[in-house]
């Protein structure tokens, strides 16, 4: 059993930068492949972005693609999404997600089987 706890969400206006935040209680945090999904008021979850057990690949949504970067880091059990010029319609709950396996580029919600209770980001114009 993996606990995801997500920060770092708020108001931000547009163009503006946040970073979240997600800390996983585990030990064994090199085993999981990581995402970030969002999901919006009466909208699916959608996928943003994964990243492989070390940080060494990364995949992205063609939505947030050169906005936003994910990163890892494996002492701290942590993985971050650096989300800069950001827009209105980024304004979504933001979720990490995580699954014990090897390296996969994992782009729907069904792939994965530990979520965080998410983190609410509001981007006003």
């Known amino acids: 059993q993996v606990h995801l706890v997500e920060s770092g969400g708020g108001l931000v206006q547009a163009g503006g930068s946040l970073r979240l935040s997600c800390a996983a209680s585990t030990r064994s945090f090199v085993n999981y492949v990581m995402g970030w999904f969002r999901q919006a008021p009466g909208k699916e979850r959608e996928f943003v972005a994964t990243?492989?057990?070390?940080?060494?690949?990364?995949y992205y949504a063609d939505l947030v693609k050169g906005r936003f970067t994910t990163s890892r880091d494996n002492a701290k059990n942590t993985v971050y999404l650096q989300m800069n010029s950001l827009k209105p319609e980024d304004t979504a709950l933001y979720y990490c997600a995580a699954d014990p396996r090897p390296w996969k580029t994992l782009l729907t919600p069904h792939e994965y089987s530990y979520w965080g209770q998410g983190t609410q980001v509001t981007v006003s114009s």
């Open positions: 990243i492989s057990w070390n940080g060494g690949s990364t």
